[in-house]
């Protein structure tokens, strides 16, 4: 029969009280104290019918701990999964059980009954005490009847022992004395209520870890020292394809096993290798566990490799910054000259495939734009796009920028590392803007990335594989850079696989009173000026839109439309000489009497410039052939031609 004891608090851990004897009415005593610490699970039962009657309580989790006495307790602990608290007999409790007896029946010889072993220290104080005491043991029931059998024979009147012994004593006619003191049990009491409280918290925290590995997608198997699978999750079974039905630990042998044997050979961790496990490829890992320094088991994990890229990319897309996205497509290109629809059909060429485009102009002519709308054009949209100025960096930089560095790779290298702007540009796109200024070393570098399409950071042994787009722009001559030396030429013959050449905006003069009406439009917002003032800032340009040569291209334009909205979005200003001091470019347009601009006027001829002028512009600027070509009104191209000649 087996009963709880009354108390709502299910909180509290579950002790099972296990008595056949006296022992249980000290018990009974003992209990109401710890009501409030424990819920009392009553037996009285022992034994097989006691291991029966708890099993299902055990399996239910209500029962944490079994406190018990004697053999009865030495059979529940070999038989029963949880802890088994033992009511302990110590010499004060012996010491006194012999007093008693003296005092009670002064001169019997008293036969002492002990479980597992005799005290040899109370063999030596029986001349002492002036008592003759005689001791057996026992391990079982059994044992029990024999030992007092044999003391009844051996002339004993008074028996101490459990309260089985003490019951077979009074059948025999003869005294006894409880062996168990109220403080041993008490003491048990404590252990008991101590050991429930951390095996329920071991349990929760086994249950929890158990919860959160059942629910993790990646596989996780646990194996003691020599190998014997101690738990496994259901992620691991489907990805290692075994079947339930079958005996899982034999079949988890075969497929990690060599692992196992790898690790417990070399004493070192295997960090993500790729295996191919049933066909599928898997990323697996096998780490040792360490217990006070002693290795006493090992975890491996398995990942499908499809998955980890998936997350890769979720990741990728998630963190990336909201800068490294393409704002413009091939549709924000303002212009209708055959030029500019060139260039958008070579774009959208290009943006079809994942081939690198070369993209080459003057500055100022919108390489970057392109870029971005062959970008948005391909199948990459959506994906980072990432923008490096090769020219805006010192040389000792650029390598790490671009392909990142480990922890400690050079004095003052961030901590942890960094990644560099190919591993963030994965998946997606990476403009190499002025590429002509990249140095020879990087050179090397950038090239084998394009070939083997892997970067290995500085400071690293290990290459990570990337899947980026490559656009590079210049407004330098490649070629002539590689016939001097300069440039590699095997990097220019790779980056030269699609190449589109932008035109400057003087040779493309048609476009420019649209492509002003549209930047017009956008400071006439940002500004908010009135329709009067653009119109005012429209007519005020004019001139230039058809006389200046346009050196800065659309950047330039851009900036001159915004001083003009700045300047003259004021209707009630004054007479528009007055801020001619404030626009140089008027004085830069050399208008010929016949209103011709000396070089690129789209229908005019020419003015001829002369050597004396070309040698005069050149020694007032330095040499600087731009600079020159520039106070001249004729394009760098028609210099250079008129230089040769």
Not at 342 to 347: C, E, P, T
Not at 410 to 428: V, W
Not at 525 to 550: D, G, I, N, S
Not at 612 to 629: F, V
Request: glycine share 8%; proline share 4%.
């Amino acid at each position: 029969m087996s009963t709880f004891a009354s108390n709502p608090n299910q909180d509290r851990p579950g002790i099972a009280l296990v008595s056949i004897s006296r022992l249980r009415t000290l018990c009974e005593t003992v209990m109401p104290r710890y009501a409030e610490r424990a819920k009392f699970f009553s037996v009285r039962e022992g034994y097989g019918t006691a291991v029966t009657a708890l099993q299902a309580h055990v399996d239910a989790g209500t029962v944490d701990v079994v406190l018990a006495a004697g053999s009865n307790g030495a059979y529940l602990r070999d038989n029963l999964n949880v802890p088994v608290v033992m009511v302990k007999v110590n010499g004060f409790d012996v010491l006194g059980a012999i007093t008693q007896a003296i005092a009670m029946w002064p001169g019997a010889p008293i036969g002492l009954v002990l479980h597992e072993t005799v005290s040899r220290e109370l063999s030596d104080l029986s001349a002492w005490l002036n008592v003759a005491l005689k001791q057996r043991a026992y391990r079982s029931i059994d044992e029990v009847r024999v030992a007092v059998d044999t003391l009844v024979a051996e002339g004993c009147t008074v028996i101490i022992g459990p309260g089985m012994a003490c019951d077979l004593a009074q059948q025999a006619g003869l005294q006894s004395v409880f062996l168990y003191s109220l403080g041993a049990v008490e003491e048990a009491f404590e252990r008991s209520i101590e050991l429930a409280r951390m095996s329920r918290q071991k349990e929760s925290k086994r249950v929890r870890l158990n919860t959160i590995v059942a629910h993790l997608r990646d596989g996780v198997a646990a194996f003691d020292d020599s190998g014997q699978l101690e738990a496994v999750n259901p992620a691991m079974i489907d990805l290692l394809g075994l079947d339930r039905a079958r005996d899982l630990p034999s079949q988890l042998a075969r497929v990690v096993g060599p692992l196992l044997r790898e690790t417990l050979a070399t004493d070192m961790p295997i960090d993500e290798r790729i295996e191919q496990i049933d066909g599928r490829e898997l990323i697996v890992n096998c780490v040792p566990i360490i217990e006070r320094g002693l290795r006493s088991g090992s975890v491996v994990t398995v990942q499908d490799a499809l998955v980890a890229q998936r997350i890769e990319r979720s990741l990728r897309t998630s963190q990336r910054p909201k800068h490294l996205v393409a704002r413009h497509d091939l549709a924000d290109l303002i212009g209708a000259s055959p030029a500019l629809e060139r260039v958008r059909s070579l774009a959208r060429a290009g943006a079809a495939h994942d081939a690198t485009v070369l993209l080459t102009g003057e500055s100022g002519t919108g390489k970057e734009l392109v870029a971005q709308g062959i970008h948005n054009a391909s199948r990459r949209r959506g994906n980072p796009f990432v923008a490096f100025n090769c020219a805006a960096l010192p040389e000792g930089l650029i390598e790490s920028e671009l392909f990142g560095h480990e922890e400690g790779a050079f004095t003052g290298a961030r901590r942890g590392g960094k990644p560099g702007l190919f591993e963030i540009a994965h998946t997606g796109t990476i403009f190499l803007d002025e590429i002509g200024e990249m140095p020879a070393a990087s050179q090397s570098r950038l090239l084998r990335v394009l070939q083997e399409r892997e970067v290995m950071k500085l400071g690293s042994g290990r290459a990570t594989p990337i899947d980026v787009r490559v656009i590079a722009a210049t407004h330098r001559d490649l070629h002539a850079l590689v016939e001097q030396g300069l440039f590699r030429a095997d990097l220019y013959f790779r980056l030269n696989l699609l190449q589109i050449e932008l035109p400057p905006l003087r040779e493309r003069r048609g476009d420019i009173p649209e492509l002003a009406q549209h930047l017009l439009s956008r400071s006439a917002t940002k500004y908010e000026l009135p329709y009067m003032a653009t119109e005012r800032v429209r007519e005020f340009l004019t001139p230039l839109f058809e006389h200046y040569a346009w050196p800065g291209n659309v950047r330039e334009l851009d900036n001159l439309i915004v001083r003009a909205a700045i300047y003259l979005g004021d209707t009630a200003s004054g007479a528009w000489q007055e801020h001619r001091d404030v626009f140089p470019e008027f004085e830069r347009m050399h208008v010929s009497p016949a209103s011709t601009v000396r070089g690129d006027v789209v229908g005019l001829q020419p003015a001829v410039v002369t050597r004396d002028e070309i040698l005069r512009a050149l020694e007032q600027n330095g040499d600087n052939r731009a600079a020159a070509s520039r106070a001249l009104g004729i394009g760098r191209t028609t210099l250079w031609r008129l230089m040769k000649k």
